[in-house]
């Protein structure tokens, strides 16, 4: 390593950068810095932790890690999952965290059986098998594909069944999907639905499946979505899909262990009845594209509409049934609901001034098999960024002004589960505490740009902090973009400010869950990820995610993960260093004042129609303009050696994301608390401010007149309950009480 | 004034008296002590500004306030009451306050007609009125009550209507006296219900007639309960209750604004439509006991039994009807539900080191009537408290270390509506910075000792105080006993440590309501009271609570009220002042334990043979108990010199009731978050800690056994959470995050 300068009256430098959309980065020392009197010689500035992280962070370090995480199949609640948490809570320890705990929960998670495979099956008109679906998915490359700890297929909580009936075809499972099939006449009671991948959260297609009669589900990734340059060009000799892969996944909507809503899965914990549990009561089961393939061919009915048809050699058809007559499709599901222990594990580094002020890192530990993207590309990062945050504390005695606080995450991909008992658990202390949770799922899903999800008060130091970041691309380095930042806002530009990379809405999909919706504090989603040319990075939750994928196709050097790993420690940082928290206030305003002037430009003609206002609403909006401004002025005269005053400011803009928590959750989701950014009911990925609003607005315009009015007083309840929010939120930054 | 003396070295002097339950005061200066660096030799000590205080606080000026208070009627939400709120304001901008500020909420109130009284008729076979009750109180003594302000007698939120039926009389209108009506086989149906005021509160008694299908109710108070001297030794000629007497009152169950329930009255407010609100939709009407005896000395039916029997020179029947064949009642009630504005007023004297935490103190403005007691005795108190202290903030140049904020709030009779939308509004910026809430609803209803409801966390300081102030009860200091906290010891003893004074429950009926059950701030709510010869104070919303009651019959030369307000002032001082906040957390932790017993004691079997753990729950209570011996020990390390040490330990001594707020609420009360002191269900007057566990119990006994199995689920439901809330009490203590 360099050695890295003592700097001496570097805090003008210092400060140049640290202006936030006028937030100013106070890096002044104070007596209590370090949490002892020192003299102004021997500290260092930001740019100081900056470089020693630069310099620190080895991609052979993250490349050893990614290695010994992938070599088993840990799903979450598995035997393996917790062997994978103590080799993380031994690597903190070894590290030097300050505290390291692993917290157990009891929680319902389902596996496949381990001796009867879930399967599909053609069967003619005399009940006879023609045709069964594979079992398990085609070793094609790495050594470990072929181990006989992988899992048979299977989909999480998909409820064991054995049913028989016509297959209907029903494109992405969208909400247009289903109303076209309603449309052309085709009746869902009794089939089974075949769905591809790609649009929406499996779980929804789900839901609506059963909800509309069907006895089962059979989803596929279509290679037109997944594998665009044909069956020869997929892995292990590209990133694309090969034809035998069958993505995992959970069917479950809700977050969280499913029997303990709203409290923490613990000892004491009450358990609701298996059967009011939110998950699907229907079988559920992925299969290939070539076994897809041979249930397509042989589907009947009309051909499926131009935009429906696929990457797959025949004209599909809607269905219902095959075109042999008596042939039906058999779905044989033989999952298991078990009651099983996860754990997180979390380790910390105790801040030296505000150790009771947590930047929290996350990342989750449980694969559905090897996770070689995800999440352990993720978790490689994490570990190799403690080892260089620990080390810097071992060697150069520092500390954090904050605590840091990294957290290994139990079974996310059975729906965040680890995480969000530990929002319920920790709820209170965490409303109070903390600063900002950054997640990284992945550190890479491909190698084409960086993408981020988050919420705004974070936008300027990910931005600040991705412009410093160099590029991890050879070519576009000669290209001339020397910075993550350049290509990012090259290839995922703002649609409004151009130039500026696209800040994506913090909407749902992983471990930020009760963080940002429940709780209010700042999130952050960050990660490399795949071009434009598929519906998602391809081996998502294959067989194919392998640490070969990640080593020899998508990260050879591991330049990417550095990349990531760097970023999400110069974000830590930016966070936890400065005397006042760097969020961008102005930021939070425009996205609002955006969002609020996208409804009133959609809706706001059949809102008028109702006579409802929505001045009080769009005033509110002002207002927090308004306060924001005001805010960053009286900031300007704060006495910075004054550590209660400090202290002061700094509640006052955590409490600005607090502000949009409403306890008694939006219109019938009381899952989701964030009135601002809260994801869209009809797809949990994606991302829609004032969800609450818009939600309701677009359910207004396809419900039938005699059920409208219900609608409309659902509307105007939460709209006056966002604008009290949006109240809130410019009260807590004044000083006045009032 | 006598001069105070400035002191030097006086903090081993105030920590002797600050040793809290093993908390310590901290009085210890720091650099940051009243926000500028200063030499120790200037500070003042607790002592001294309690000395300034005690010698400040004069009773004829309070003697003042409250004869400029009680002049005119002053109901919520009226002309008067928004004078009276101008009158605050501009008192306390003339005092000095920092701020002062005027918060208005549009609500529904409720008053009698101005031109049509409500009256009670007695009416013969003939549908002609033989009798006919008094439209407003007699006029007896002093001028104000002659008046044509006046209102006519009524209870707030009654329903309008005009019924007639046959009349039973119901005793108290409890649970049990239902009960035994039934049991005689008396049924409600269609009559018109006659009780007497005192052992439940009267919105109870309205709801279950209500719900036993009775088309109106009448209150009177008993003179057994009220006047047990006889007819003779009553208003004027002694504070006993005179037979035209008619207390008002709300009948109104659920509190705040009935239509904007969870959310603050803005202007933006969504209000739910009249039909679905908490109010009654029978009539209900007081009377006197005079116009009482015309009633029941014409009751047929059976005698009511021995414990029903009352003060009337009549055998009480119990109905249903007259001996008179053919007789009824008439009930005639013309109220009208209003929407209108009601205003709290808030002063703020800023705090010095800490001004974004606050110490509050609140006492309602509106009254019944004249408010001679109630609230206008704790108004005239408030008032003197912060003509004090804002002088001392004047003329010595000190300030707080916290901010005090004084609180007068608007329409409290019709439910604590002024105070429950403040806390429904600023409720995020109250929870994470208020401090404790100190309500002295009346600063006297009696002169006989002091009672006090509290949050346990504020036990010591109420003692430690109360032990500080000179008995204003001449016979008593006579008898030795100096202090008010000797007179109350005796008065009124804690029934398991004797030689304590009872600490009472913090249930219900007052402003704190919001502050302690809705957001988790400790709070208190203190006066003088009565002695146990009657069941409440006998003028309680009378007519007769004048100016003239206070002044020559309860307190003449005004020493009880200066022992309230000096009281009142002495806890907020030693909530305000010292560096290490001295929270009762032995006080918590015993109170809990008991609690915890006295559940297992009296339901333990019946817990068990649902073979229901309680394990759990009393492993938690233990841990708390723990933690809070833990806390005690680590706090003596702590370097007090450090603020953001000191203040890191304040946040978590004050996240500890916090930690007892459910945000999804009580079984079947979402009003109610507080796990541990919310009220009990069947009278929300009174106090049962752990009331979701123990009602749960209480209505098991209760029911058939075919509705069982749903009550042990709620049951089981509620302990997990409550479980839950105890384990975060125990984690909030420590630096440990989790």
């Known amino acids: 390593m360099g050695k890295y300068s003592l700097v001496t009256g570097c805090f003008a430098g210092a400060l140049g950068l640290a202006v936030v959309l006028g937030l100013v980065f106070a890096f002044a020392t104070t007596p209590w810095r370090n949490g002892r009197n020192v003299d102004e010689e021997e500290l260092l500035a930001l740019e100081d932790f900056e470089d020693y992280l630069m310099r620190q962070v080895d991609p052979q370090s993250i490349r050893q890690f990614l290695r010994s995480l992938t070599h088993l199949p840990h799903l979450g609640g598995t035997v393996e999952e917790h062997r994978m948490s103590a080799l993380i809570s031994d690597t903190w320890h070894q590290q030097g965290m300050d505290e390291v705990h692993m917290v157990p929960y009891e929680v319902l998670l389902s596996y496949p059986s381990k001796e009867v495979p879930n399967l599909v099956r053609l069967v003619d008109q005399d009940g006879a098998a023609t045709w069964v679906s594979a079992a398990k998915q085609k070793p094609l490359y790495s050594p470990e594909e072929a181990i006989p700890d992988v899992p048979f297929t299977f989909n999480g909580y998909a409820a064991p069944g054995n049913v028989t009936g016509d297959v209907v075809y029903v494109n992405y499972g969208r909400a247009q999907d289903f109303e076209k099939l309603s449309e052309e006449g085709i009746d869902l009671e009794g089939k089974i639905v075949l769905a591809r991948y790609g649009k929406i959260f499996r779980a929804n297609i789900a839901q609506t499946a059963e909800d509309l009669g069907a006895v089962g589900l059979v989803l596929f990734s279509d290679p037109s979505d997944y594998a665009p340059e044909g069956p020869e060009f997929v892995y292990p000799h590209s990133y694309f899909l090969p034809p035998s892969a069958a993505p995992f996944g959970t069917v479950k909507l ?35 594209y070539e076994d897809a393939w041979q249930i397509l061919s042989r589907l009947g009915g009309a051909p499926a509409p131009e935009e429906w048809q696929g990457g797959l050699n025949i004209t599909y058809h809607l269905g219902p049934g095959f075109s042999q007559p008596g042939w039906k499709l058999n779905l044989d599901v033989n999952n298991n609901n078990t009651h099983t222990t996860t754990y997180n594990v979390i380790g910390v580094i105790k801040g030296s001034v505000e ?3 947590y930047v929290l890192l996350g990342n989750h530990i449980d694969a559905w098999i090897f996770g070689g993207l995800d999440p352990n590309s993720g978790t490689a990062a994490m570990l190799e960024l403690s080892r260089v945050f620990t080390k810097l504390v071992k060697e150069k005695g520092w500390r954090p002004r904050r605590s840091l606080v990294f957290c290994a995450w139990g079974a996310e991909e059975y729906g965040l589960v680890g995480s969000l008992e530990w929002t319920e658990q920790f709820g209170k202390q965490l409303a109070d505490r903390a600063v900002a949770y950054l997640n990284v799922d992945m550190a890479i899903e491909g190698n084409y740009t960086l993408r981020t999800k988050s919420a705004p008060l974070l936008y300027q130091v990910i931005y600040e902090s991705a412009k410093k970041i160099p590029n991890p691309d050879p070519e576009e380095t000669k290209a001339g973009r020397l910075t993550v930042y350049d290509t990012w806002a090259l290839r995922k530009p703002d649609p409004v400010e151009s130039n500026t990379p696209l800040m994506q809405f913090i909407g749902s999909g992983s471990d930020y869950k009760g ?12 990660r490399y990820t795949y071009s434009n040319r598929t519906l998602g990075e391809p081996q998502y939750h294959t067989l194919y995610e392998t640490f070969a994928l990640v080593d020899e196709i998508y990260d050879r050097g591991f330049h990417f993960h550095k990349a990531v790993t760097d970023l999400w420690g110069f974000v830590a ?11 961008s206030l102005g930021a939070y305003a425009t996205f609002i004042s955006r969002a609020s002037a996208n409804i009133l430009e959609k809706y706001g003609d059949l809102i008028a129609s109702q006579n409802i206002t929505m001045d009080y609403f769009t005033a509110a909006v002002q207002k927090f303009n308004l306060s924001t401004i005001d805010f960053k002025k009286s900031i300007e005269k704060l006495d910075l050696k004054n550590p209660l005053a400090v202290r002061r400011v700094n509640d006052q803009l955590m409490m600005v994301e607090r502000a949009f928590i409403d306890t008694r959750g939006l219109p019938g989701r009381p899952d989701y608390n964030h009135i601002v950014t809260a994801p869209s009911k009809n797809d949990a990925y994606s991302g829609t401010a004032f969800a609450g609003l818009s939600d309701t607005l677009f359910a207004l315009q396809e419900t039938p007149d005699d059920l409208r009015p219900d609608l409309w007083v659902t509307f105007s309840r939460h709209l006056a309950a966002v604008t009290h929010a949006l109240e809130t939120a410019s009260k807590v930054l004044t000083d006045d009480l009032w």
């Open 355 to 357: 150790p009771d002020r």
């Open 573 to 583: 940082l930016r966070l936890s260093e400065p005397e006042i928290l760097p969020f």
């Open 254 to 288: 809700v977050d969280g262990d499913p029997l303990t809503p709203f409290y923490p899965a613990t000892q004491s914990a009450f358990h609701i009845p298996m059967a009011e549990a939110p998950i699907p009561t229907i079988p559920v089961q992925p299969i290939s």
């Open 515 to 526: 963080f940002q919706h429940n709780l209010g504090i700042p999130c952050m989603d960050t």
